[in-house]
């Protein structure tokens, strides 16, 4: 027996269900899919030195068109007949409308040809899989695509019922394992798509239906019609089972457009922009993922490009939001020359890795954070919007900018905030009930800073402190505490620094931090 | 006519009666909105006290000290440690940049953004635009080295934005000034007390227990009251 046939006759697959969506003469449909299918029409191939018929469809083939006579043959034999060459970008887009239509019944799915989609349904009720074929064509059909659906225990039964359902001129066969044998019987060997020669065979031997050859005897089938005979008596027996060669998603996360005419302006641009984020989104929302970043490439007149990943702070699929991603790059980007095509692409997401925390607080809408972090970037300055964390030096004031976390830790939170978010009634917090996890205990009022400092005098006595004169404020040393002398960065060549830290109360005015650097006196703050 | 313009003027009357006892007055409708206002309890007994149970949300409150030292900083560091615990974002919108990073327990800061501005009028074009955000229920804008004239190039209208914004999201702000900012400003509360340099080695619920305030007239009052004078 060839290696190609794989038998998997042990273990009950009694549950295995394989759907096969036909789409019949899918390269004219995926052409004529908008323009309707009431008039006869062919596809023509017109690159070769006499125009020949690819294929055709039941209309213009009841008029005597077929496959394979000259362009002018069959326009002489259905004068009405509308020709048409071959759009692989047609072709591409019904293909992805295909498997976007199959991805919102089940995940696992198989190209197996053009127009030709397998369907593993074990995700799936056996209950449910006629409603849900049911669905899926008129969903098709609302789209332009006219298709069929066979229903099988195998990928190679569930073919067969497809043929049978597009023989028979209905929707959807299924071919169910007990009505099995009774339903082949109905079927003739064309339906088998097997070669010409093992049909003759066949009819030479008075076997007409299918269920007639499946009744017979496996040996002898063997013994008479070797590997071809086997293969098909395998298959009609639900013996012959094979893995599907799954299709990846990414196929849908992408769309290309080209320009029939080239944009020198953004306003167009932006508009195509916004259809084709809509379309996307549209197409993985049926998926049930989402983005985490926009990949765009622009095409230009002159042969240069722009590519660019735009990250999504979360996972989302809100056109609104992808569009405002997108523009918002565009805007600050200036086109030298004109745009020809323009590609985008979805990174998909990984919803387990998104999962919250359950008692975590965390941001509400991580895109309009991000959108109002650039907004306020745009007003104040890229380096002065940050979460503060201190940094390991002992210079007094030194602050790192971090990103604020999206999610706060648990560990901080007060039992009365848990209890919240559990549905209790909020208790009011102290502040100095809290628990004092990381850092130092802070005590005393607050330090607000001056951040350069003011230049002072100081009137010492003994050393200490007596009276202080600076444009910010002057007065008389009613109180004070100090000094502590901090330095460092002394192993830094000319990053050493000294001082003398003093704290004193002014009369009248409050208690200010005087700074002694050796060469002067600086008033650095004041607490409050 | 004049039979058909007597009926009118009844109808009128009788209208009125019923009207007048159906539909409240302007006043009546601010006093009843004032007392569904939902507050933000702040866990410190004297600002609660004098805002009428905490912070009210949807509005703006102001905090004057007139001078340094006068508890500003301690109070906002409340409001940040209170607002970490209970896993709330805070927006610090930082006038001049005199922010201390040493002067803030560490954890607090987890859930802090800090904006420095330059100036008062920048600080407001930050706030209309950060307003706008779910993420933040309270933002806190320190102008404490402000000069009063500077809060004068804010347009009027930014103020009410904002106050609307904040209505919206049930957000909460509160300036830190030296002096009244805006009449958009519902609640304004003057910090009477000093602190003294013993203070710098007290706990802060010390500090914040001896801090006293003193609720400033508020507008609203002040504006029914110019209306009933004029």
Not at chain 1, 191 to 198: H, K, M, P, R, V
Not at chain 1, 216 to 221: D, F, G, I, T, Y
Not at chain 1, 349 to 375: C, I, M, W
């Given at each position: 027996?060839?290696?190609?046939?794989?038998?998997?006759?042990?273990?009950?697959?009694?549950?295995s269900?394989?759907?096969?969506?036909?789409?019949?003469?899918?390269?004219?449909?995926?052409?004529?899919?908008?323009r309707?299918s009431?008039?006869?029409?062919?596809?023509?191939d017109?690159t070769?030195?006499?125009?020949?018929?690819?294929?055709?469809?039941?209309?213009?083939?009841?008029?005597?068109?077929?496959?394979?006579?000259?362009?002018?043959?069959?326009?002489?034999?259905?004068?009405?007949?509308?020709?048409?060459?071959?759009?692989?970008?047609?072709?591409?887009?019904a293909?992805?409308?295909?498997?976007?239509?199959?991805f919102?019944?089940?995940?696992?799915?198989?190209?197996?040809?053009?127009?030709?989609?397998?369907?593993?349904?074990?995700?799936?009720?056996?209950?449910?899989?006629?409603?849900?074929?049911?669905?899926?064509?008129?969903?098709?059909?609302?789209?332009g695509?006219?298709?069929v659906?066979?229903?099988?225990?195998?990928?190679a039964?569930a073919?067969?019922?497809?043929?049978?359902?597009?023989h028979?001129?209905?929707?959807v066969w299924?071919l169910?394992?007990?009505?099995?044998?009774?339903?082949?019987?109905?079927?003739?060997l064309?339906?088998?798509?097997?070669?010409?020669?093992?049909?003759d065979?066949?009819?030479?031997?008075?076997?007409?239906?299918?269920?007639?050859?499946?009744?017979?005897?496996?040996?002898?089938?063997?013994?008479?019609?070797?590997?071809?005979?086997?293969?098909?008596?395998?298959?009609?027996?639900?013996?012959?089972r094979r893995?599907?060669?799954?299709?990846?998603l990414?196929q849908?996360?992408?769309?290309?457009?080209?320009?029939?005419?080239?944009?020198?302006?953004?306003?167009?641009?932006?508009?195509?922009?916004?259809?084709?984020?809509?379309?996307?989104?549209g197409?993985?929302?049926q998926?049930?993922?989402?983005?985490?970043?926009v990949?765009?490439?622009?095409?230009?007149a002159d042969?240069?490009?722009?590519?660019?990943?735009?990250?999504?702070?979360?996972?989302?699929?809100d056109?609104g939001?992808?569009?405002?991603?997108?523009?918002?790059?565009?805007?600050a980007?200036?086109?030298?020359a004109?745009?020809?095509?323009?590609?985008?692409?979805?990174?998909p997401?990984?919803?387990?890795?998104?999962?919250?925390?359950?008692?975590?607080?965390?941001?509400?809408?991580?895109?309009?954070?991000?959108?109002?972090?650039?907004?306020l970037?745009?007003?104040?300055?890229?380096?002065?919007?940050?979460?503060?964390?201190?940094?390991?030096s002992?210079r007094?004031?030194?602050?790192?900018?971090?990103?604020?976390?999206?999610e706060?830790?648990?560990?901080?939170?007060?039992?009365?905030a848990?209890?919240?978010?559990?549905?209790?009634?909020?208790?009011?917090?102290l502040?100095?009930?809290?628990s004092?996890?990381?850092?130092?205990?802070v005590?005393?009022?607050?330090?607000?800073?001056?951040?350069?400092?003011?230049?002072?005098?100081?009137?010492?006595?003994?050393?200490?402190?007596?009276?202080?004169?600076?444009?910010?404020?002057?007065?008389?040393?009613?109180?004070?505490?100090?000094?502590?002398?901090?330095g460092?960065?002394?192993?830094?060549?000319?990053?050493?620094?000294?001082?003398?830290?003093?704290?004193?109360?002014?009369?009248?005015?409050?208690?200010?931090?005087?700074?002694e650097?050796?060469?002067?006196?600086l008033l650095?703050g004041?607490?409050? | 006519?004049?039979?058909?313009?007597?009926?009118?003027?009844?109808?009128?009357?009788?209208?009125?009666?019923q009207?007048?006892?159906?539909i409240?007055?302007?006043?009546?409708l601010?006093q009843?909105?004032?007392q569904?206002?939902?507050?933000?309890?702040t866990?410190?007994?004297?600002?609660?006290?004098?805002l009428?149970?905490?912070?009210?949300?949807?509005?703006l409150?102001?905090?004057?000290?007139?001078?340094?030292?006068?508890?500003?900083?301690?109070?906002?560091?409340?409001?940040?440690?209170?607002?970490?615990?209970?896993g709330?974002?805070?927006m610090?919108?930082?006038?001049?940049?005199?922010?201390s990073?040493?002067?803030f327990?560490?954890?607090?800061?987890?859930?802090l953004?800090?904006?420095?501005?330059?100036?008062?009028?920048?600080?407001?074009?930050?706030?209309d635009?950060?307003?706008?955000?779910?993420?933040?229920p309270?933002?806190?804008?320190?102008?404490?080295d402000c000069?009063?004239?500077?809060?004068?190039?804010?347009?009027?209208?930014?103020?009410?934005?904002?106050?609307?914004?904040?209505r919206?999201r049930?957000?909460?702000?509160v300036?830190?000034?030296?002096s009244e900012?805006?009449?958009?400003?519902?609640?304004?509360?003057?910090?009477?007390?000093r602190l003294?340099?013993?203070?710098?080695h007290?706990e802060?619920?010390?500090?914040?227990?001896?801090?006293?305030?003193?609720?400033?007239?508020?507008?609203?009052?002040?504006?029914?009251?110019?209306?009933?004078v004029?």
């Open positions: 027996m060839r290696n190609a046939i794989r038998e998997d006759q042990v273990g009950d697959h009694a549950l269900g394989y759907a096969v969506v036909w789409c019949r003469d899918f390269r004219l449909q995926a052409v004529k899919r908008r309707g009431g008039e006869p029409a062919a596809l023509v017109d070769q030195r006499q125009s020949i018929v690819l294929c055709c469809n039941a209309l213009a083939a009841r008029s005597g068109v077929e496959p394979g006579i000259p362009t002018v043959q069959a326009l002489a034999r259905c004068p009405q007949l509308q020709v048409d060459r071959p759009s692989p970008a047609a072709e591409l887009a293909a992805r409308m295909l498997l976007e239509g199959a919102g019944w089940v995940p696992g799915i198989e190209e197996t040809g053009p127009g030709i989609l397998t369907l593993d349904l074990a995700t799936e009720p056996p209950a449910q899989w006629h409603e849900s074929a049911s669905r899926l064509h008129d969903r098709l059909a609302a789209l695509l006219e298709v659906i066979g229903l099988g225990e195998t990928p039964l073919r067969l019922a497809a043929q049978a359902a597009l028979a001129g209905i929707e299924h169910r394992r007990e009505e099995r044998l009774g339903k082949l019987d109905q079927l003739p064309i339906i088998a798509e097997t070669g010409a020669n093992l049909n065979k066949l009819r030479l031997w008075g076997l007409q239906t299918l269920g007639a050859f499946a009744r017979l005897r496996r040996e002898e089938v063997a013994a008479r019609l070797g590997d071809e005979g086997v293969e098909l008596w395998l298959r009609l027996t639900g013996r012959l893995p599907l060669r799954l299709a990846k990414e849908l996360f992408e769309a290309h457009h080209d320009f029939d005419y080239e944009v020198r302006e953004r306003d167009p641009l932006l508009f195509v922009v916004q259809r084709v984020l809509e379309q996307l989104a197409r993985v929302a998926t049930g993922r989402a983005a985490t970043a990949h765009f490439l622009l095409t230009f042969g240069a490009c722009h590519a660019k990943r735009l990250a999504l702070p979360e996972p989302t699929l056109p939001l992808l569009f405002r991603l997108v523009s918002g790059h565009l805007d980007f200036e086109m030298k004109a745009v020809v095509a323009l590609r985008l692409r979805f990174e997401s990984d919803p387990v890795a998104s999962q919250k925390t359950l008692f975590g607080a965390g941001l509400k809408n991580r895109h309009h954070y991000e959108e109002t972090l650039k907004r970037r745009k007003i104040v300055g890229n380096d002065r919007i940050g979460s503060p964390r201190p940094v390991d002992h007094p004031g030194l602050f790192d900018k971090a990103p604020l976390p999206a706060l830790s648990d560990s901080h939170r007060s039992s009365q848990r209890q919240r978010d559990c549905g209790r009634p909020a208790r009011p917090i502040p100095g009930a809290l004092q996890g990381a850092g130092p205990p005590t005393g009022p607050t330090l607000r800073k001056y951040p350069l400092g003011f230049r002072t005098s100081v009137q010492l006595r003994d050393g200490i402190p007596l009276r202080v004169e600076s444009s910010r404020v002057s007065g008389v040393v009613t109180a004070w505490a100090g000094p502590w002398k901090s460092g960065d002394w192993w830094h060549q000319g990053q050493q620094w000294e001082r003398r830290e003093w704290d004193v109360e002014l009369l009248n005015q409050g208690i200010f931090r005087l700074v650097t050796g060469r002067e006196w650095e004041y607490y409050d | 006519m004049s039979v058909i313009g007597k009926s009118k003027s009844e109808a009128l009357d009788s209208l009125r009666k009207l007048g006892r159906q409240k007055s302007g006043t009546v601010l009843e909105r004032e569904k206002t939902i507050r933000l309890v866990g410190l007994d004297g600002l609660n006290a004098s009428g149970g905490g912070l009210p949300q949807g509005q409150t102001e905090i004057i000290g007139r001078g340094p030292s006068r508890g500003g900083g301690v109070i906002m560091a409340a409001l940040l440690s209170g607002a970490r615990s209970e709330r974002y805070v610090l919108l930082d006038i001049g940049a005199g922010f990073i040493g002067s327990p560490e954890k607090d800061l987890e859930s953004l800090w904006v420095s501005c330059d100036s008062a009028r920048q600080a407001v074009e930050a706030l635009v950060a307003t706008r955000d779910e993420n933040f309270l933002f806190l804008l320190d102008g404490r000069d009063p004239s500077d809060w004068n190039s804010v347009r009027a209208q930014q103020w009410y934005r904002i106050l609307n914004q904040l919206q049930e957000a909460v702000a300036i830190f000034a030296r900012v805006t009449s958009a400003t519902k609640h304004r509360l003057e910090l009477v007390s003294a340099l013993d203070d710098l007290q802060r619920e010390t500090i914040l227990s001896r801090t006293r305030f003193q609720p400033l007239r508020r507008v609203v009052e002040e504006q029914e009251e110019q209306l009933r004029g």
